[in-house]
């Protein structure tokens, strides 16, 4: 079995190739992208340990990304679950709406450290796209952001964010028409302009780099985290569940970062795939169906893919999760059986959201993606004792969804 | 020792001074059995063919080679096919030495060893693959140096001389030297002559080794950069066979006279 290493970053605990447990991520890109990607790598090992860059970083967080993000009980679920307690990490609250703005935020100052003008990104359910537009905006920095032609349809709001943050949308109506096409096509627009353009990849996917400086910003979370569960109940407690939609994988890279060193049995981290629709072949979950590994974007991963090894379409009510890939950290995780991972079907999800509407209503309004998670948190907790301790990473507003919810209920929320 | 199939075909092109003309083509399109007619008729024309193993996330290609791929693989491409293509290839009369060219999840899902044990098998002389870079490649180009397999290795405008020098000292017969900053099939943004600079930078650093350019090179570009050792063009032919669909008109024959042309070009 694969052992992770005490005292050292998940994102650090790789060898020499770049490659995480010796078999998950990995550098392989075309050779025009090695330097521009080498001189990222070498640009932010500097600033990650340059004080002032630490400070700047800080200083954007609480100013304008707006941390600590809120953390609190959801009494009446728990009431009527009846088991364990259900705790929210309310990290839609930053500035944006989703937790993407912690990337999106870091990649804008390191491209002004790196004197680019230009910055590109990917964006699947559109808050990659959307708080990179606005960091690029804040930053004056002019922003290209690449989404499949599918996505910008059913994330239509997030769309208008960006165009009206100055952004230019590309759609990208190859392959599939989602994430996976909109990374595609975002790196080969950096092939072509590595020169003058800063590229930002969306989620802790794509070679290294890309998915170090992802989990050293997302990281934030858990450190409020931390703080706050220590402040709640005076330590980390005894039981404790930490509950993430897993896509790409960002937003629970960044959610667990701080807790991953604790015993399992104390803190279990609980990853929470997109099922696709039930009774579908069709699926976005590959470290829960047993996805063999290849290469997608840059890097060894589980993926989902034929036997030819083309890659696969994936289905998912929620365009942020509908990526055949996870990160190689994800798959480390697994692997060293640190976290585990389960799916949820868009039924599940639709009605985990019915319920928290019914419940928490005017207290949270989660995404498709966090109502992932919560459809796992509803599942256990009526099994779990009172003194266990869920909490769920509500790491995206659902004002881009109410669209696709309204089709699919019938009715608002 | 003998010369690889390659390394002569370099051997000859340069004693009838001229660049050797590499072409490259998808296999399977725009089904099996006409890419593999295009194949033999271009063979005529060309010194080298490049087979690409096609790829849906090609991150390395621009839309000429996406359409082409996905055309083949809409069409049913399997990796056997083309071993099979590359097989009935190698018998025909005007054979030409084979590159196939693709993406590393091909090998990987296929497995290291059996790819290039069946590349041996079926004739392939040469293997590129856009996404395993120096020093990632090391261990599978000395699998395929064992199996008398050339895999060629690429450089870029952006590739440091320091690291230019360490992957020519791993690079067997052939190494290909991309024009510009771009993915293939990209409009030439950079002039010949400093591609050419280039070139004979990567040229002094050690002569023995034939260089190729590739990326961006049309019919209309091509005399430009004769000097070089090779050229390689396929967008242009990509684009040739979506043409010929779209107008419905025989691709092997257009391909085919693009390819004479190109040619011609070069003498």
Redesign the interface.
């Given at each position: 079995m694969m052992k992770l290493k005490k005292g050292k970053l998940l994102i650090d605990q790789h060898n020499k190739d770049y490659l995480y447990g010796g078999k998950f991520g990995g550098n392989y890109v075309p050779e025009t992208l090695k330097k521009p990607i080498e001189d990222l790598a070498n640009l932010f090992e500097k600033l990650r340990r340059d004080k002032k860059f630490l400070n700047e970083r800080d200083y954007y967080f609480k100013n304008y990304v707006g941390v600590p993000t809120p953390f609190f009980k959801l009494k009446n679920l728990t009431k009527h679950l009846g088991g364990a307690q259900i705790w929210c990490k309310q990290v839609s609250k930053a500035n944006g709406g989703a937790h993407k703005i912690y990337n999106a935020t870091v990649h804008a100052l390191i491209a002004l450290k790196a004197k680019k003008r230009f910055i590109i990104g990917d964006t699947g359910a559109g808050y990659a796209g959307k708080m990179l537009s606005m960091a690029a905006k804040k930053f004056g920095l002019k922003c290209k952001i690449f989404m499949g032609t599918k996505d910008i349809v059913r994330q239509a709001v997030n769309c208008r964010a960006m165009r009206k943050n100055g952004a230019e949308v590309v759609p990208v109506d190859s392959g599939s028409k989602t994430l996976v096409d909109a990374v595609s096509e975002c790196m080969r627009y950096w092939v072509s302009n590595c020169d003058t353009t800063h590229m930002c990849v969306g989620s802790t996917v794509g070679p290294n780099i890309f998915i170090k400086i992802c989990a050293w910003s997302t990281a934030q979370i858990s450190r409020e985290l931390m703080v706050q569960v220590k402040k709640e109940f005076g330590r980390v407690p005894k039981k404790l569940k930490l509950i993430n939609c897993v896509g790409g994988g960002s937003s629970a890279m960044g959610f667990w970062n701080e807790f991953i060193g604790y015993d399992r049995n104390q803190v279990e981290l609980i990853g929470v795939e997109a099922g696709g629709p039930k009774n579908s072949k069709r699926h976005a979950a590959p470290l829960t169906n047993g996805a063999k590994i290849g290469v997608l974007h840059g890097a060894l991963q589980y993926v989902i893919q034929d036997a030819e090894g083309q890659i696969e379409e994936t289905e998912s009510i929620s365009a942020g999760l509908d990526y055949p890939g996870v990160s190689p950290l994800h798959c480390l995780l697994k692997d060293s059986k640190r976290a585990r991972y389960t799916s949820a079907t868009d039924e599940e999800s639709l009605e985990a959201l019915k319920l928290i509407s019914k419940l928490e209503k005017g207290k949270i309004r989660p995404s498709l993606e966090p109502a992932h998670a919560f459809s796992e948190a509803i599942k256990i907790a009526p099994k779990l004792s009172k003194d266990t301790i869920i909490c769920v990473d509500s790491c995206g507003d659902q004002k881009k969804d109410k669209q696709i919810i309204k089709e699919r209920l019938g009715h608002n929320l | 020792m003998r010369l690889s199939n390659i390394a002569s075909t370099f051997k000859k092109c340069r004693q009838e001074h001229r660049p050797a003309l590499l072409t490259y083509t998808v296999s399977g399109d725009p089904n099996k059995k006409k890419s593999f007619e295009i194949l033999k008729a271009i063979s005529s024309h060309a010194d080298i063919c490049e087979i690409g193993v096609g790829?849906?996330?090609?991150?390395?290609?621009?839309k000429q080679i996406?359409n082409s791929t996905?055309r083949a693989?809409k069409n049913g491409i399997?990796?056997k096919d083309t071993f099979a293509i590359v097989k009935k290839f190698k018998k025909t009369k005007n054979a030409k030495p084979c590159i196939l060219m693709g993406?590393?999840?091909?090998v990987?899902?296929?497995g290291e060893n059996r790819f290039v044990r069946k590349c041996k098998q079926v004739g392939v002389d040469g293997l590129i693959i856009?996404?395993?870079?120096?020093?990632?490649n090391r261990n599978f180009s000395k699998k395929c140096k064992k199996n008398s397999i050339n895999f060629i290795q690429?450089?870029?405008?952006?590739?440091?001389r320091t690291?230019m020098k360490k992957i020519i000292k791993d690079s067997h017969d052939m190494i290909y030297y991309?024009s510009m900053?771009?993915?293939t099939g990209?409009k030439l943004k950079v002039s010949p002559e400093k591609i050419l600079e280039n070139y004979n930078k990567i040229k002094k650093i050690n002569k023995s080794k034939n260089l190729v350019i590739g990326f961006g090179i049309t019919i209309k570009t091509i005399s430009s950069l004769k000097k070089a050792d090779g050229l390689v063009v396929g967008s242009a032919l990509c684009n040739e066979i979506s043409k010929s669909i779209k107008n419905r008109q025989n691709s092997v024959t257009n391909v085919s006279n693009m390819v004479k042309n190109i040619r011609a070009k070069l003498s």
């Open positions: - | 790829h849906n996330c090609n991150t390395g290609d621009g996406q996905y693989i399997k990796i993406y590393y999840n091909s990987v899902q296929y856009v996404d395993l870079p120096w020093p990632e690429l450089l870029s405008p952006t590739t440091s690291r991309i900053l771009s993915t990209g």
